[in-house]
């Protein structure tokens, strides 16, 4: 379990906030070096089509010009990437500038080197290339087709990955169920839009022959690996740095073309190489996620009981993979994972992953669970309405509650309370109140609804997930704990921050642990030459991986404290008790050491060290989860009138109830979900990346792209379960992406239960006010409806 102290289990205020809030913060583009050029990419306009001829003379010969390139030029400094190392999928070459056909508008085609951004972005006018158009596909449905074009001209199709899946006979179980759902589902692409875009600094050290690279980025050591590979230079010769990061939500985890090429052109030159993305880029090509198509027939008996389901999942991966993650990670990840926190026995999924012209797709912030748990949520609302059962009450029938429990595709929940989630859920929204009073409004003509979702999401990936698809993604952890001479703690940890308050957790962890002030913790990370090789923050996993890593090397460290305390305090090991800076012989504050005393012999006088102890105050740990994952459950709950007239969603009441097992500061998490629940809101209600037949991305700028802000973030009561994992080490579960999983299934429920009277079926995100006010057009309510 956790320590307890002054420390974990508080709400401590976040070391970070003082910085960031006086806006000294060091992020990327606060970072200049002498002598440094910077670079803009002239970008594809064509969705699809076959490049005939690159023309940089005009480019290349002004006079502000220091280098025009396209992928001929690059060719012996980095290397093509392949769509992914293993796994059931059809590899596809890609190269960081295109070079024989572009299949995105946006897609890098050359690169100009100048002074500054603004010039090297007059001079992408200068280049020249002839393009002969080809017919893009900008629909998954579409590109699946036999006569549609095709991407990759040795495909037969455009399918980059079929799988099947099936465990029991859920056709024989579908015959026999009184109530079969059999609906078509649409989620929207969406993207992260973190306030920092994306960015690169690259210096070329000719004398070492080492290459030092500045980004903001979710983990440096796989950048770190995928750039050795790309550029085929030695690890050891490179280094990643990571600064202040403002934003990520998994689309800083992969390694772009622009940051290949940035890396390529600082050799090339031997000067530094700065490239900052502007937003029409970061809306343009950052990793776009979440665009699905998932046809269900899902069966139930008469009691509520699900039997049995059959899913087809249609995954539109975009153009081309990103190096680093894989195309298939979203819809393998939606196919396996849909049956959420429900007991199901019988199912079965195909998956089909296609490629289409567009922006590629990686991961997001929940990866597909806020698609899974949208279908799944829908499902139980149509199964219940079918029915004529209380949603709530399907639900209660179909929780999981008996744990360990081993999913039908072979997850293992290993403990949870899922109905006592469900039912608090209902207690703290006063959920039959809200019954009586929408009945009641109905009347009168206003229109409410309650929905409510419930979802387990997997966190902290471990147990090679990636690792056996040949991706360069560590799963487990490392951290240095040292205690310095001057009784000053410095903890290095392979994981990063991107502002989600990761020092402060890991510091109030440690403190307790070796019982200090927290002040007297500093925690490093975000760097490779200065921390252990690590899996980075990403899937939830900061706390519960970097917290462990963090706990088990404070354990080993006070453990070494005690026994040098204990010799010299002609004690016994288990008798000495750390607290305030100082080592205590158990029972009397007459007898003790503080912290420097105690490194002061382990640094400078190891002659006074037990027999055989090894001189030092300094440990390294590394762990991984025994599992593929760890579970957090959600239970959310929302009700919301909606003005038929326009369409408008109002959100009148919001409460989540979670269980990430013990918490190390509920400011933290609190803070989490409210953010993650705002983001699934965006996708809910207003983001919706719209691609033309042309593959012309419409919203392609913050006016057309809506983001939910402050006066759109509803007040959200929080309420926590503690169900300590029986697999990490103190019991911790991930939590940081359960708000955005959930948010979006909920207000669907709570929409389609306001738009009963009309008739109106929710199957599609976003509810938009157009489309809300398309659902219900022309329908007249019907009173009890």
Not at 67 to 83: H, M, S
Not at 467 to 473: N, Q
């Amino acid at each position: 379990m956790l320590p307890s102290g002054r420390y974990v289990g508080q709400r401590v205020p976040r070391w970070e906030d003082r910085r960031f809030v006086e806006g000294r913060g060091r992020y990327l583009d606060d970072l200049s070096l002498p002598d440094q050029v910077e670079v803009a990419f002239a970008r594809s306009p064509y969705a699809h089509a076959r490049i005939r001829r690159i023309d940089l003379q005009a480019a290349r010969s002004h006079p502000e010009a220091i280098g025009v390139y396209a992928w001929e030029d690059l060719r012996d400094l980095l290397r093509p990437y392949w769509t992914m190392p293993r796994g059931p999928i059809r590899q596809a070459r890609v190269t960081p500038l295109a070079s024989e056909k572009v299949r995105w508008v946006g897609e890098p085609v050359a690169v100009v080197v100048a002074r500054d951004r603004y010039v090297a972005e007059d001079l992408c006018e200068l280049v020249t290339v002839e393009y002969e158009p080809l017919a893009p596909v900008v629909d998954a449905l579409e590109a699946m087709k036999p006569d549609s074009p095709r991407l990759y001209e040795e495909w037969p199709d455009n399918v980059v990955s079929h799988q099947t899946f099936q465990a029991g006979n859920p056709e024989a179980e579908l015959r026999g169920c009184a109530v079969v759902v059999r609906k078509r589902f649409r989620s929207n692409r969406v993207t992260a839009v973190p306030l920092e875009g994306r960015g690169v600094l690259a210096r070329w050290d000719p004398r070492e022959e080492t290459l030092t690279v500045w980004m903001g980025h979710q983990d440096v050591h796989l950048a770190r690996a995928v750039l050795s590979e790309i550029l085929g230079l030695p690890l050891s010769r490179i280094r990643v740095v990571s600064p202040d990061v403002g934003g990520a939500f998994g689309i800083k985890l992969p390694i772009y073309p622009e940051e290949m090429v940035v890396c390529a052109l600082s050799r090339l030159l031997g000067r530094p190489v700065k490239w900052v993305q502007d937003r029409r880029e970061s809306l343009l090509g950052d990793t776009h996620a979440r665009e699905a198509v998932v046809d269900v027939e899902a069966g139930f008996d008469a009691a509520g009981k699900l039997r049995a389901m059959r899913i087809h999942v249609i995954s539109d991966a975009g153009a081309y993979a990103v190096a680093g993650r894989g195309p298939i990670i979203e819809g393998s990840m939606l196919a396996r994972e849909l049956p959420g926190p429900y007991d199901l026995r019988h199912y079965a999924y195909t998956l089909d992953v296609v490629m289409t012209n567009k922006a590629p797709v990686a991961v997001y912030r929940g990866v597909a669970i806020p698609v899974s748990t949208f279908v799944m949520e829908r499902v139980m609302d149509l199964a219940a309405d079918a029915l004529q059962m209380d949603p709530a009450e399907i639900r209660r029938r179909n929780l999981i509650r008996t744990f360990p429990y081993a999913t039908v595709t072979g997850h293992v929940y290993d403990a949870g309370q899922y109905l006592e989630g469900l039912e608090k859920l209902l207690e703290l929204v006063d959920y039959g109140r809200w019954r009586a009073e929408q009945a009641r409004l109905r009347e009168q003509g206003r229109y409410l609804g309650v929905g409510i979702c419930c979802l387990v999401d997997a966190t902290a990936r471990g147990g090679g997930f990636y690792g056996r698809l040949g991706l360069k993604a560590a799963t487990q952890e490392g951290c240095i704990l040292r205690v310095d001479p001057s009784g000053g703690i410095i903890a290095a940890l392979g994981t990063t921050t991107q502002g989600q308050g990761l020092h402060t957790a890991l510091a109030q962890l440690i403190a307790d642990t070796l019982g200090v002030p927290l002040e007297r913790v500093t925690v490093v990370m975000g760097d490779t030459a200065t921390t252990p090789y690590g899996g980075g923050a990403w899937a939830s996993r900061g706390a519960v991986a970097g917290g462990a890593v963090a706990l088990l090397a404070a354990r080993r460290l006070r453990e070494k404290i005690q026994h040098i305390a204990a010799h010299l305090l002609e004690a016994a090991p288990e008798d000495i008790e750390l607290a305030e800076g100082r080592a205590f012989v158990r029972g009397t504050t007459a007898r003790s050491l503080s912290l420097e005393e105690i490194a002061h012999t382990a640094y400078f006088v190891a002659v006074d060290l037990p027999a055989r102890m090894e001189p030092g105050l300094e440990v390294m740990v590394h762990w991984e989860p025994e599992i593929p994952a760890t579970f957090a459950y959600t239970a959310q709950a929302m009700v919301v009138e909606v003005q038929p007239e326009t369409g408008a969603v109002n959100i009148l009441k919001y409460v989540v109830v979670e269980d990430c097992g013990p918490i190390i500061n509920p400011g933290l998490v609190d803070g989490q979900l409210r953010g993650g629940i705002l983001q699934g809101l965006g996708q809910a209600l207003y983001e919706d990346l719209v691609y033309d037949a042309q593959g012309q991305l419409l919203t392609s700028t913050l006016l057309d792209y809506l983001l939910p802000g402050f006066c759109e973030a509803p007040e959200v009561e929080i309420h926590h379960l503690s169900t300590p994992s029986t697999r990490t080490v103190g019991g911790l579960r991930g939590m940081a992406e359960s708000g955005t999983a959930g948010a979006p299934a909920v207000l669907a429920n709570a929409v389609a239960d306001a738009l009963k009277p009309f008739g109106a079926e929710v199957t599609a995100l976003p509810l938009s006010p157009a489309r809300v006010a398309e659902l219900i057009r022309g329908q007249k309510p019907t009173k009890g409806g």
